[in-house]
């Protein structure tokens, strides 16, 4: 039973790693490049929800809608005024300017909402479910994590597949120049690219709140390397690969801090991303699925 | 002997196995030998079959229109691609295990199409990563500045400007190669391909952009350092006045194969070279 | 353009000014007309100046970006002081600054291996991935050191990972790090270290394997055609690195009274990428300066303190836009007419 919650745990936060994994592998397809600053959108969107349910008592789902808002218009405006100015230089300065671009994010927020770490409400108020008569307990924001993670993941499957942008999207993450012949707006495409991964990290961020309800500047970091590793994981570019990178690592965490050691556990994930490239750096689904968003 | 007529007085005569190299090779060892190889880029079959013959001191021509596959020939004898199919021998050794890095060190040297220098470095410099095999000291040499450092870099220093005086860019050697007018950074790329003292040389449209004068220079240029360094060469060239003028032997490539292989002659009367060159019109090729 | 003599006097003008300041200050510290602060902020100083020009080695001259530096300088601390603490506990070696020289050596020696260990499969990697690996790695190693217990029972060095169970006294206090360090570091050996760092770094630029650093940086297919060993001469650079980290690890941790594994954090690599990019990427005395400049500063403007790393971030995006966006680059050159002419064969390499 202690193994099975363990499970569920670890499918949770695995979920919650797919949802930010998403963002990181549909930029990283079509710009080719590191969205360091992607785990401080989601840092930011949780702090705009903690401020509209908090300060302003708005609805829970009404907030949530600000915050992917704020989130869409953030990601959009970090790509306009740092991230595209750099389209033609090296990945040595794209990188160095998105780890700039995380400072920045988590400074402000430093200076807004101040180092002492906030306390997230329980803004979904949901009940517990009892399993095996009481001995396994799942929390109601356990399965709303995951049932969030499938809906987007198969939504997002759709858009890409369907929708004209979605298949813009794939254009661009082939071949850049071609798609550019093709009559596609690239710096649109990229774009929408960066809208859709930001508003996603703000659901990510209520996600992760709920589930660890300790709010701070600097808790988008960790959360958002490790997300890249589920990425990498799973095959960058790949949206299957993102939530099947996310949701194994996620189980590796959980049941590594549970039976190797709690120190360890972050020492664990990252010896896993080290092993993956390693051995197969194009991630678990990379070849077998082309699909390259 | 003056270098063209080298050639002239050598006639092409089959080898054993019924390649064609120059009469003056027969003695030595093939510089080169492909045989049967063959590279698909997913379900296509960028070369195919490809099966060709050098003789040590050889100057053959890889023609054809774009697309053809030479570029990708090239990749493939310095293992930036690895083969999927074939052999290639190196002077009789399988270059089947080797890496880009072992290729140039057993003896085949290149330049690129879109030229590859190291922009920011002086022209010197570049030519001194040429020399990187050749004249070497080891690291701690270079941090403690022990005698073999003072001692193998004016080595260096004096073999570059050997090496750059060939071209006459002796006088350029603190230029910085990013800086240089195009046809000047070709010959830099040749020297510096020189510079790793290889067998066979591999030169990649060595004279695009050139002027014609310069191309007469640049003839004049291969075929001394052909007979200055007993090096073979083989080399890609859209420039038909080059190929004729100095290949010995030329193969001509279209659609990853060999359509036609023989001396310049031969190959100016081959009616699939023609026809790969300016089209037939009714029927499609067999 | 940079020739040879232009390189030659621009090492004997970084050695002089770095002599020469070492000179003023140590004068001023004989006669007392320097602050306590500064004083005290000597030695540091000299820890980042070695870091700031080990991480140039690796970002700029090899030009793969490092994200995990600070672990090397957390496992030369660790092990320096772990060195220092044996020896005075166990061979009673009185003397510091032969204590110093080991722990030093001891602190290097161990990043150095470590480096080698890590740079085997690292460096096989590329770009982004290649700098999401070392930030692993780095966290890593922090991880790591908050599980490891040393103690020293007479000549015995007794290991723990995960349990301080340990006869004699503990050296290393897994989370809580290393207490009561005797501080033995000096502003001489942090000179003599900062010099010994820049003849490495600078005669390792200016000879044959520096060359062929670069040349892999520069183009990966070229380097390899002309018979260079990428991965090889990438490790070079990686592993001297790490040492020279490790060097000045262990200086800095000796002259601490304590430290803690989680010093050593992301944010502290971050910082030193800071001090090379604000220093200019490949330029050692940029290095010097700006490492230097960035420690002092934030000392003296303390009633700033929340808005250092806010201005950090800022000027990090501002000089990677300035010196890679063409439109940028162009304005920048109007505005100051005479700066040295940006490389225009790079574009042209990278088409």
């Not at chain 1, 965490?253 to 190797?260: D, N, P, Q, V, W």
């Not at chain 3, 800022?314 to 300035?322: G, N, Q, T």
Request: glycine share 10%; with cysteine; proline share 4%.
């Amino acid at each position: 039973m202690v193994f099975l919650s363990n499970l569920v745990n670890g499918i949770s936060l695995g979920s919650i790693y797919a949802i930010i994994a998403l963002g990181y592998t549909m930029v990283y397809g079509i710009a080719k490049m590191l969205n360091f600053a992607h785990g401080d959108v989601i840092m930011v969107g949780a702090y705009i929800i903690f401020c509209a349910a908090q300060y302003w008592n708005l609805p829970f789902i009404v907030s949530l809608l600000i915050a992917m808002a704020v989130c869409t218009l953030l990601g959009i405006t970090i790509e306009k005024l740092a991230y595209k100015p750099l389209r033609q230089a090296t990945s040595l300065a794209v990188l160095i300017t998105a780890i700039g671009m995380s400072y920045l994010l988590q400074n402000t927020a430093l200076l807004i909402w101040g180092a002492n770490p906030k306390v997230f409400p329980d803004l979904m108020n949901l009940n517990t479910l009892q399993l095996f008569d009481g001995q396994l307990s799942i929390k109601g924001e356990i399965l709303v994590t995951i049932a969030a993670n499938i809906i987007i993941m198969i939504a997002l499957t759709m858009f890409t597949s369907r929708t004209k942008m979605g298949k813009a999207m794939r254009c661009v993450s082939e071949d850049r120049g071609a798609a550019e012949l093709m009559g596609i707006n690239v710096n649109r495409t990229i774009s929408v690219t960066f809208a859709i991964g930001s508003a996603l990290a703000a659901i990510a961020g209520m996600l992760l709140c709920s589930s660890y309800p300790l709010l701070q500047p600097t808790t988008g970091s960790m959360p958002g390397i490790k997300a890249f590793t589920a990425a990498v994981f799973g095959g960058i570019g790949s949206i299957p690969g993102a939530m099947l990178g996310g949701i194994l690592l996620g189980i590796i965490e959980i049941l590594g801090k549970a039976y190797i050691s709690t120190e360890l556990g972050d020492a664990i994930v990252f010896a896993v991303l080290i092993i993956v490239l390693l051995v197969r750096p194009t991630g678990l689904l990379g070849k077998a699925v082309r699909e390259k968003v | 002997m003056s270098e063209n007529k080298l050639r002239q007085n050598t006639p092409m005569v089959p080898y054993p196995s019924g390649a064609i190299v120059p009469e003056r090779d027969l003695g030595s060892i093939p510089v080169l030998e492909c045989t049967h190889l063959g590279i698909d880029f997913g379900g296509l079959k960028a070369v195919d079959d490809f099966n060709v013959i050098m003789g040590r001191t050889e100057i053959a021509g890889l023609i054809g229109p774009n697309g053809a596959g030479k570029t990708t020939i090239f990749n493939l004898l310095t293992k930036v691609y690895q083969p999927t199919r074939g052999t290639m021998m190196l002077e009789g050794r399988d270059m089947g295990n080797m890496t880009t890095v072992d290729v140039n060190k057993a003896g085949i040297a290149r330049t690129f199409q879109n030229i590859r220098l190291f922009g920011n470095m002086t022209v010197e410099e570049n030519v001194r990563i040429g020399l990187h095999n050749q004249i070497r000291y080891g690291m701690f040499s270079g941090i403690l500045r022990l005698p073999k450092y003072w001692k193998s870099e004016k080595q260096q220093h004096e073999r570059s400007l050997e090496l750059l005086d060939i071209f006459d860019m002796a006088s350029l050697a603190d230029a910085r190669a990013g800086s240089l007018p195009y046809g000047a950074q070709r010959r830099l790329e040749i020297v510096r391909a020189l510079a790793t003292h290889p067998k066979l040389l591999l030169l990649d449209e060595p004279a695009a952009g050139m002027n014609p004068h310069e191309t007469e220079e640049l003839m004049e240029n291969i075929m001394k350092i052909r007979d200055q360094f007993r090096i073979a060469v083989l080399l890609i060239e859209h420039d038909m006045n080059l190929v004729m003028g100095i290949c010995e032997d030329i193969c001509v490539l279209n659609f990853g194969r060999i359509i036609a292989k023989g001396t310049p002659d031969e190959i100016q009367r081959n009616p699939a070279v023609i026809e790969a060159y300016l089209g037939k019109q009714k029927e499609a090729k067999a | 353009m940079r020739t040879k003599k232009a390189r030659f006097i621009t090492s004997m003008v970084t050695y002089g000014v770095v002599i020469a300041l070492f000179i003023i200050l140590t004068v001023m510290i004989d006669n007392k007309s320097i602050s306590r602060t500064l004083k005290g902020q000597l030695i540091p100083i000299c820890s980042w100046i070695v870091m700031a020009v080990s991480l140039n080695l690796v970002v700029g001259i090899s030009g793969e970006l490092s994200l995990g530096h600070a672990g090397f300088m957390s496992l030369g601390a660790f092990s320096g002081i772990v060195m220092s603490g044996w020896l005075l506990n166990g061979f009673q070696m009185e003397d510091p600054s032969l204590r110093l020289i080991l722990a030093i050596l001891a602190g290097g020696l161990v990043a150095g291996v470590v480096g080698a260990l890590i740079g085997i499969p690292v460096l096989r990697l590329r770009g982004d991935y290649l700098a999401i690996v070392t930030l692993a790695f780095g966290e890593i190693i922090k991880n790591v050191m908050n599980c490891v217990y040393v103690a020293v029972e007479g000549k015995q060095l007794h290991w723990g990972f995960l349990t301080n169970e340990l006869p004699g006294t503990l050296l290393l206090n897994g989370p809580m790090g290393a207490v009561k360090v005797k501080a033995i570091s000096t502003f001489t050996a942090g000179f003599l270290l900062v010099m010994f760092t820049l003849i490495v770094v600078l005669n390792l630029a200016n000879s044959r394997s520096g060359r062929a650093i670069m040349a892999a940086r520069d183009n990966r297919i070229a380097a390899e055609s002309m018979g260079i060993h990428i991965t090889k001469y990438k490790m070079m650079a990686f592993v001297t690195a790490a040492v020279l980290a490790g060097m000045a690890g262990a200086l800095y941790g000796l002259s601490m009274a304590t430290l803690v594994p989680t010093k050593f954090s992301f944010n502290e690599s971050i910082n030193v990428l800071v001090f090379v990019v604000l220093g200019g990427i490949g330029n050692i005395p940029g290095s010097i300066v700006s490492a230097a400049a960035l420690t002092i500063l934030p000392e003296k403007l303390r009633f700033l303190q929340n808005y250092r790393m806010l201005a950090y971030a800022v000027l990090l995006i501002l000089a990677m836009l300035l010196s890679n966006n063409p439109v940028m680059k162009s304005l920048l050159k109007k505005l100051i007419p005479w700066r040295k002419k940006p490389a225009d064969g790079e574009e042209a390499m990278r088409a």
